[in-house]
């Protein structure tokens, strides 16, 4: 099977109250990770690389990395770019074999975020490739930039917005942010529910993206503070919350942070019990196993995407 969009899978998930999980890529070891849980969950996936991904690994490794992850698995996978921070980067992307692109210009005025979008639809449409767009801005730490507070999306732009640019999926902000450090503590997580509502009823059957939506899983916070770690106020969105959203509109539910902290707790914990190991493959082993135990956790818990590939 080849790569895939994700117009199909949006569709099915619309239609059947679950959302697909996009999992953000770094390496071989979270590759395989990640489609060896959804292939024993038999999920639909998305692999999605940031540009500090490709500049880490290389777009070419990345995509024979996906390659050989369709291969084993037989999974509908699609590979997308996540954050895309320009028409040249998107265009990269497209022209290098990706199935959809992110054209992240929430942080430009609506005018130049509809222009550039609009641009970058014509571009990835005439290739067969789908574009997800976003309005509003997220709080929280993404490759350099650093957004202190949410600007929610406003329901009111998002019908001008989708009409204009063509795109064909729209992440929104609700309150969900990037990274381990989502809420302050004693803070109670927030989702704005009644913006999404919203939302859904200017945009009736319109796939919704949510990013940030990572769940930092307590017990995994314990573990990498008490292998010297210092992660003392990590706090993420509560994975209830999260499956009620993907019961909604969101059909594509980003995640990345719940995977580095499930890898760093196994290999802090491995070096902690095995202090004279010094094979990757000792550690880099059950840091693979852990994002596998991660992924499966987030298709149940989460997602509700199991058997619906
Ligand atoms: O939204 C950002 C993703 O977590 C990717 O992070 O840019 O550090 O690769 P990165
Ligand atoms: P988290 O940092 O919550 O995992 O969000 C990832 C994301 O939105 C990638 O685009
Ligand atoms: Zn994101």
Redesign the pocket.
Known sequence: MPLVTTTEMFKKAYEGGYAIGAFNVNNMEIVQGITEAAKEENAPLILQV?SGARKYAKHVYLMKLVEAAIEDTGLPIALHL??GADFEICKSCIDGGFTSV?I?GSSRPFTENIEVTKKVVEYAHDKGVVVEGELGQ?AGV?DDVNVENHSYTDPDQVQEFVEKTGVDSL?IAIGTS?GAYKFKPGQKPVLRFDILEEVEKRLPGFPIVL??ASSVIPELVEKINKYGGAMPDAIGIPEEMLREAAKSAVCKI?I?SDLRLAMTASVREHFALHPADFDPRQYLSPAREAIKEMVKRKLVNVLGASGKA
């Open positions: 940031s996540d954050h992110m992240d997220l993404e992440a990037h990013h940030g980003n990345d």
